[in-house]
C-alpha cells in the first residue's frame, strides 16, 4: 500500500455514500479498553452491511489492507498504531431483531445490550454475557464465554463479508468453535449479523442471575483499570492466573503496565506504552515457563506496528 491508495480509498468513499464516516489518523488507544496503541491510518465506523460491502471491495480494489475491530476489548495495539483500513463495527451498528426464540443482531451491539433485550423477552442462555464488555461481533468471532456458558450453545448463524466484499453465512457447526476460538481467526472474515437461539427464562430470575455474575466479576477483576481482560488463555495445565500469581507476580511492573494486584490474570495499563504491555507480557510468560513449565498463550489480539525508533 502507498500512501496515494489511502488517499484515493477516502475520497472514492466519500463519493460513493457521503454519510459513510470516516476518520484520518483515528485514536486507537481511545477505541480500545486498554488505552493503548498509535493512530490508524483511516477508521470507518459503518452502519449498515452495505456500507461494509463497500468498504471492503474498494479497500481491496485500491489494494489498502483492513483491519476489523469491535469493541476493542480484547485488543492491544501497538504504539506504532495500524495502517491501512479499520473498520470499527460498534456503535453504530446495534439493531436487534426478535422472533420467537430467535434473536438476529447486528454484530455491533453490545453483549450485556443483547443479554437484557433477550431478558427483556423472557428469553436465557445470554445471563453469562452481561459483563462481558464486546459486541456481539467479537463474542463470536472469539467465542467469548463466563460462568460456563459461551456463544457457542446460543449462536446458530454468522453472516458477513469476506475481504472482498462476497457475503458468507455460517451455521453453528461451520464456525467450528472451541475454547475462545472460532475459524473465523483463522480466515479474515467480518460479521455482520448474529442470530442466536435461546432457551425461555423469567426475566426477573435471568436479571438476578446478570447482578450475581456482575457481583462477582466486580468482587473479583480489576474494573476500575485500564485492561483487555484476562491477558492470556487458559492452558490445558491449569489457571494462568494462578500460576502468574503463584510465580509471585501479582503487582509486578513494567513502566506504565502492571500485573494485576486484584487479579493476577489480567495485566493493566497504568498509564504507560505498548512497549511496556508487550514487555510485561513476554516477561510473564519467561518466568512462568521457568517456573511451571508452561508456555502461556496470548488471549489478546495484537495488532498495528512498533513506534518507529528515535534516531540519535
Ligand atoms: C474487564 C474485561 C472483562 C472481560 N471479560 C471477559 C470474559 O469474561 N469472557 C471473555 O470471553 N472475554 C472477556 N473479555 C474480553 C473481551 O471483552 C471479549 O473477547 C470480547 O468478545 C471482545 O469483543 P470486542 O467487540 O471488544 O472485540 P475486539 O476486542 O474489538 O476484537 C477482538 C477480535 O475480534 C475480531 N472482531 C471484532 N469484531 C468483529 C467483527 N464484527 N467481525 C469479525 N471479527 C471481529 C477482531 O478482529 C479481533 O481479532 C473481557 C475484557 C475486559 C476488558
Not at 5 to 31: G, P, Y
Amino acid at each position: 500500500m502507498n500512501g496515494a491508495s489511502l488517499i484515493e480509498l477516502e475520497s472514492s468513499l466519500r463519493a460513493k455514500d457521503e454519510h459513510l464516516v470516516l476518520k484520518r489518523d483515528a485514536d486507537m488507544a481511545r477505541c480500545t479498553t486498554l488505552h493503548l496503541g498509535g493512530p490508524a491510518d483511516l477508521m470507518a465506523s459503518p452502519s449498515n452491511a452495505e456500507q461494509i460491502q463497500l468498504l471492503l471491495m474498494e479497500a481491496h480494489r485500491l489494494n489498502v489492507p483492513v483491519t476489523i475491530i469491535g469493541n476493542g476489548s480484547n485488543l492491544l495495539v501497538k504504539d506504532g498504531g495500524i495502517r491501512g483500513l479499520v473498520i470499527r463495527v460498534c456503535r453504530d451498528m446495534q439493531a436487534i431483531e426478535v422472533s420467537g426464540d430467535r434473536i438476529r443482531v447486528q454484530a455491533g451491539a453490545m453483549m450485556s445490550t443483547l443479554s437484557m433485550a433477550a431478558a427483556d423477552c423472557h428469553l436465557g442462555g445470554l445471563t453469562f454475557a452481561s459483563g462481558i464488555p464486546g459486541t456481539v461481533g467479537g463474542g463470536a468471532y472469539m467465542n467469548a464465554g463466563a460462568y460456563g456458558g459461551e456463544m457457542s450453545q446460543v449462536v446458530t448463524l454468522v453472516e458477513g463479508f469476506n475481504m472482498v466484499g462476497e457475503p458468507f453465512r455460517y451455521g453453528r457447526p461451520d464456525m467450528r468453535f472451541a475454547h475462545r476460538y472460532s475459524r473465523l481467526m483463522k480466515e479474515n472474515k467480518l460479521i455482520t449479523h448474529v442470530t442466536v437461539q435461546l432457551p425461555q427464562g423469567k426475566r426477573e430470575e435471568l436479571l438476578a442471575e446478570m447482578v450475581e455474575f456482575n457481583r462477582r466479576r466486580a468482587e473479583k477483576q480489576p474494573l476500575t483499570q485500564f485492561s483487555a481482560g484476562s491477558t492470556f488463555k487458559r492452558p490445558p495445565e491449569g489457571y494462568a492466573s494462578q500460576m502468574v500469581d503463584e510465580c509471585g507476580l501479582k503487582g509486578y511492573t513494567i513502566g506504565g503496565a502492571q500485573v494485576s494486584e486484584k487479579h493476577a490474570g489480567f495485566l493493566v495499563n497504568r498509564g504507560g506504552t505498548a512497549a511496556d504491555f508487550l514487555a510485561l507480557m513476554g516477561y510473564v510468560q519467561r518466568v512462568v515457563y521457568e517456573q511451571k513449565g508452561v508456555m502461556l498463550e496470548p488471549e489478546v489480539r495484537i495488532l498495528g506496528e512498533d513506534a518507529p525508533v528515535a534516531r540519535a
